[in-house]
């Protein structure tokens, strides 16, 4: 009887090959993928013209159609300081103000702007002059590596212009009347904005202190 020995690396290279073989031979190429691939490359770009205001500078773009505010921000503006995490909706790294109000500038098309006033992290304060949120997260280490801090505080001064508003959260008791800038309030509108660094306590305590400053 012959003695095969393999050693453990040997057997997993062995399992990829033949998993890797298998699934490509249940997996057939569609016959139309290659096809849709030039088709698309094919595809003529539609631009607009789009007038706006970002940071207080009036501005008149060329956009692509296509185009996420997000990417026109940060690629045709150089305004990188507005993150893109996900590009879904789902972190809230690339929040920003729109006519005051704050919106995932990644889930929506910047060629939808026109006459909007939009504000970013580079127009809310400078290191000479901060914010009082810019202050009390610098105070609180509301960040770590600080990816998510720039969506944070224009989420920040979103949520808090809500309360002032009187707008309901899930967490207001009744929501007929004014909602109060409590921890649970504050915890429930931030909610929206994911922090891989799990700073939320420091977040939080931030944006307290900046109300009661
Ligand atoms: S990048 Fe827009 S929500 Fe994540
Ligand atoms: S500080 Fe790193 S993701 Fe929030």
Request: with cysteine.
């Amino acid at each position: 009887m012959t003695d095969v020995r393999l050693t453990r690396r040997e057997l997993l290279a062995m399992g990829a090959t033949t998993t890797a073989g298998a699934v490509a031979a249940l997996t057939p190429l569609p016959a139309h993928a290659t096809a849709r691939e030039d088709h698309s490359r094919a595809l003529p770009v539609h631009e607009s013209t789009v007038s706006l205001e970002v940071n207080g500078r009036p501005l008149v773009l060329q956009v692509d159609n296509r185009g996420s505010l997000l990417d026109v921000l940060r690629e045709q503006l150089r305004l990188t300081g507005t993150k893109k995490g996900c590009d879904q909706g789902q972190c809230g790294a690339c929040t920003i103000l729109v006519d005051g109000r704050r919106i995932n500038s990644c889930l929506t098309l910047a060629v939808m702007f026109e006459g909007a006033s939009i504000t970013t992290i580079e127009g809310i304060g400078t290191a000479a002059q901060a914010h009082p949120l810019q202050r009390a997260f610098v105070k609180h280490d509301g960040y770590q590596c600080g990816y998510c801090t720039p969506g944070q505080i224009c989420s920040a001064i979103g949520a808090l212009d809500e309360i002032e508003r009187g707008v309901p959260s899930f967490a207001s008791d009744d929501p007929a009347a004014m909602p109060e800038r409590t921890e649970p309030e504050i915890r429930e509108r931030m909610s929206g904005n994911l922090c891989r660094c799990g700073a939320y306590p420091n977040i939080v305590a931030a944006i307290l202190e900046s109300v009661e400053t």
